[in-house]
């Protein structure tokens, strides 16, 4: 070995140690991540997705980068789930500001006009939320990622183009004042999936007479995960410095996001009928329209949907390891 050589093997070593740790794999499972402040949703599922070095990763709804909480994470096989966590209910609690409006509808915006804020008394306050309540017409804010002409909206209001964004009904399950300081309300808001929160505190103010714009926000939970317990990036990082396998123990199995269905223990001839893709005849307790199948070893296979006379119909199929 020439002392060339010999100088070059630390410096091969450590590239070597770069390229096996970001040697993306295969990895199925779900995180549930309480994001911090300060990130995107994506730069969140990204900076998990280095540390889990998975291959195939996505969210189910952005938070903005103000807001903070369950931020559910999809990985492998557990993607065919973000759809439907994508558009499930959830639930947040937020503080907004009155007498303020600002651009962005949160305080990350400029203001634009500041308001007196009438005498309220919480009389005044439930009046205003009561309306607020149900299926109602709501205007998405400006500054949002919905897409208008195939780009962004918060693209073209950066550029200072007028914005003309049309109302949606989306639906609010709930909508209560949980304290008030001053000029702030505390709010808790259970709603279906497109609500913005951001609208419900404009709403609020302009129907108060004052103005208002969002000062707080943090997602508490999103179904099936009504009690979910999340991770902080920085319990993965010190999970990662500990092992993979303590890392992987931040993972839940893709099932989990199923857990507010039946499931459905097939037999072996029902489970190579389903890998197969082929309906099969099925009697299910109750009522249920959609369950979850598993093999006879306890591995997910798909999402059924059955209908009324017992045919069995693939809605997702998952292509799981054993185990």
Not at 81 to 104: N, P, Q, W
Not at 105 to 123: H, I, N, R
Not at 171 to 188: F, K
């Amino acid at each position: 070995m020439t002392r060339t050589t010999e100088a070059l093997l630390p410096g091969v070593a450590e590239g070597m140690n770069r390229l096996a740790r970001y040697q993306y794999r295969d990895l199925h499972g779900l995180v549930l991540l309480d994001k911090p402040i300060g990130l995107s949703s994506n730069q969140a599922l990204q900076a998990v997705r280095r540390l889990l070095r998975a291959a195939k990763g996505g969210h189910t709804g952005a938070l903005d980068p103000m807001a903070s909480g369950l931020l559910p994470l999809c990985f492998g096989e557990a993607t065919k789930l973000a759809g439907s966590l994508l558009g499930a209910r959830k639930a947040y609690r937020a503080e907004c500001r009155l007498g303020v409006i600002t651009d962005t509808a949160d305080c990350e915006g400029d203001v634009l006009q500041q308001c007196a804020v009438p005498v309220l008394d919480d009389t005044k306050i439930e009046s205003v939320l009561a309306t607020l309540r149900g299926r109602i017409s709501q205007v998405p804010p400006v500054y949002s990622a919905l897409k208008q002409g195939g780009e962004r909206l918060y693209v073209k209001a950066r550029r200072g183009e007028s914005i003309d964004v049309q109302p949606r009904e989306v639906e609010v399950h709930r909508l209560e004042l949980l304290a008030r300081d001053g000029d702030t309300l505390s709010l808790y808001v259970e709603c279906g999936s497109g609500t913005y929160i951001r609208s419900l505190a404009v709403d609020i103010g302009e129907r108060l007479g004052c103005g208002a714009h969002l000062t707080g926000l943090r997602r508490t939970w999103v179904e099936p995960f009504r009690e979910p317990v999340m991770v902080t990036l920085e319990d993965m990082q010190q999970a990662a410095a500990h092992s993979d396998e303590a890392l992987l123990g931040c993972m839940l199995p893709v099932s989990a996001g199923l857990v507010d269905l039946p499931t459905l223990q097939l037999d072996a001839a029902q489970s190579m009928a389903i890998a197969r893709g082929q309906q099969i005849p099925l009697t299910l307790p109750g009522a249920a329209e959609r369950c979850a199948a598993f093999d006879p070893e306890g591995t997910l296979l798909a999402l059924l949907e059955v209908d009324s006379v017992g045919r069995a119909r693939i809605v997702r199929g998952f292509n799981l390891p054993p185990g």
